[in-house]
Structure formats: structure tokens, C-alpha cells
T-cell receptor, first 109, second 114 residues
């Protein structure tokens, strides 16, 4: 079983729609949860993190965490073509950050 | 210096040769990470340093790979006797120890082994 699994995608949504990205993790000892965005040919960049159960909102982005279900999600509201990228879910245990394979999102104008 | 710097950006080598990559982290960051990424995959953890100490190394990492961070500043990643399967993007990231998981990545060093 992979430590971090993401819905495989690719995911395509029209401009202005809500994009929903999902992630599950296997290690119940995982402590913190992150979403990174990676544009094609570029390096990952952090967009959100969440530590506690519930929702965390930052502009058009909302991260959701359910530790009992070992589930993390990212919602992108009012999706824009500039949101087209691969979204990487990552979890920490200790000082190690483990990434999922990523979900490729395309927002169509 | 406003970011993580890696060089060389691209390296083409023949199988069996040794290669070395260098990473200069953000100056105030005391943690430094190396990851490997292949097409369509997420970054795979290789190793990490806190200051000059190498605190963790992936069990999947071959003994052909070695990393150093002398004096807790820049780091080098050496791959000995390269194999075609080593072809990948090697990413370096740094962070402050107070914010585990908030990594700042360099642009990466792409290795092609012929």
C-alpha cells in the first residue's frame, strides 16, 4: 500500500467550476498535511497546509482533513486556467515529507 | 540569495560514470532535503540533513548514492556508477526546522544516463 494515494486524474473542469482533489494516507501517525502545486517543467511550490481536522480556507482554496478516515482534500473554487497544474498531496511523519503521485488538473477556458 | 540554487541544471552522462550535484539552500534554513522525481510521479524522498547531520536516508536508496552537507551550508549528492534507471530530476529543498513540511524547492538537476 502506498503511503499517500491520490485520485489518478487527469481532472478536467471548466473555468469557474469547483475542482476537487482527493488524497488518502496509510500512516495514522502522520502529523501534518500539505498541498503542493507543480506547473509543468517547474518545481513544487507549497499552496496550503492543514494540521487539524476540519476545513481551512485560503482565498479560493480550501483544504479538508479527516484523520479518522485518513483523508485529505483540496477544493479550488472559481477555477482559473492558471490553476492548471499537477497537485501533490504530502504528509509528514517526523521530519520526512512524503508525496503522492499527484493529480493533473486542467481548467478549460 | 532569494531561493534554493541547484547546479548543474542538466547533466548527461554515460552509464558507469559518477555524477555530483550541488545544492545551495536558503541561507537561514537549517534543513535540507534531496528528492528524486521521474515523469508522472511525485517527488521521492532520498535523504535529509539538519545542519551538517544527515538524519534520515531512504531505505530504497542504493549505496551508490551519497550525500554530504559540510558545515551545514551547501550540500552535494553523488551518484556512483550511474545506471539508466538513475535518470530523473533531482530536487533539493530547504526549510526552517520550525516548520516541518514547508519546503522550498530548487529548480532541480536533470540527469540523463545514456
Amino acid at each position: 500500500q502506498k503511503e499517500v494515494e491520490q485520485n489518478s486524474g487527469p481532472l478536467s473542469v471548466p473555468e469557474g467550476a469547483i475542482a476537487s482533489l482527493n488524497c488518502t494516507y496509510s500512516d495514522r501517525g502522520s502529523q501534518s498535511f500539505f498541498w503542493y502545486r507543480q506547473y509543468s517543467g517547474k518545481s513544487p511550490e507549497l499552496i496550503m497546509f492543514i494540521y487539524s481536522n476540519g476545513d481551512k480556507e485560503d482565498g479560493r482554496f480550501t483544504a479538508q482533513l479527516n484523520k479518522a478516515s485518513q483523508y485529505v482534500s483540496l477544493l479550488i473554487r472559481d477555477s482559473q486556467p492558471s490553476d492548471s497544474a499537477t497537485y501533490l498531496c504530502a504528509v509528514t511523519r517526523g521530519s520526512r515529507l512524503t508525496f503522492g503521485e499527484g493529480t493533473q488538473l486542467t481548467v478549460n477556458p | 540569495d532569494t531561493g534554493v540554487s541547484q547546479n548543474p541544471r542538466h547533466k548527461i552522462t554515460k552509464r558507469g560514470q559518477n555524477v555530483t550535484f550541488r545544492c545551495d539552500p536558503i541561507s537561514e534554513h537549517n534543513r535540507l532535503y534531496w528528492y528524486r522525481q521521474t515523469l508522472g510521479q511525485g517527488p521521492e524522498f532520498l535523504t535529509y540533513f539538519q545542519n551538517e547531520a544527515q538524519l534520515e536516508k531512504s531505505r530504497l536508496l542504493s549505496d551508490r548514492f551519497s550525500a554530504e552537507r559540510p558545515k551545514g551550508s551547501f550540500s552535494t549528492l553523488e551518484i556512483q556508477r550511474t545506471e539508466q534507471g538513475d535518470s530523473a530530476m533531482y530536487l533539493c529543498a530547504s526549510s526552517h526546522s520550525g516548520v516541518t513540511g514547508e519546503l522550498f524547492f530548487g529548480e532541480g538537476s536533470r540527469l540523463t544516463v545514456l
